[in-house]
């Protein structure tokens, strides 16, 4: 499994790596906190259609948690935490959360440094990029994921596309 960590620059942005021209990619994201039976139904989905359509697996893996990063900035006027704020809520550290992932035979993990700036993009415009940048030909979510700016982007607004 590889393993590539990546962080937005000051405006959300981030330069995604580049994979084969000649193959796609079956993707899914998220924080993967506990890796509950839901989560590990999803990257089984990803691995599975991943094989299937001789694409590579990727999971784009949220850290800090988003959750934490939001919570964090409601209580202190919109800053963001540092590394040396602990995660207390976390149920499993990203090592954990990595281990678990190369157990389940993903490609490629995708650390994304999660911030505020990075949040506030649309998911339209993420998706853009994960269409764009990774060779994304499928995406897999659990039933209750949302992303982009105000979480707008759920697997309804995101199945109508």
Do not use: C
């Not at 990619?25 to 139904?41: E, N, R, Y």
């Amino acid at each position: 499994m590889e393993i590539t960590h990546l962080t937005p620059d000051a405006e959300g942005s981030i330069a995604w790596p580049s994979f084969s021209n000649d193959k796609k990619a079956v993707v899914t994201l998220g924080a993967f906190d506990g890796m509950h039976l839901g989560h590990q139904a999803v990257i089984n989905r990803v691995v599975e259609l991943a094989h299937r359509h001789d694409a590579f697996s990727i999971v784009i893996l949220f850290d800090p948690r988003p959750a934490f990063v939001h919570g964090w900035a409601g209580a202190h006027n919109g800053e963001e935490p540092t590394q040396s704020n602990v995660d207390a809520d976390a149920l499993t550290g990203i090592d954990e959360r990595l281990r678990r992932l190369e157990e389940f035979g993903v490609d490629h993990v995708l650390v994304v440094h999660y911030t505020l700036a990075f949040a506030d993009k649309s998911y339209i415009f993420f998706l853009g990029q994960l269409t764009g940048k990774l060779g994304m030909r499928t995406l897999v979510l659990g039933q209750d994921a949302a992303m982009g700016k105000g979480r707008a982007g759920d697997v309804k607004h995101i199945a109508n596309l």
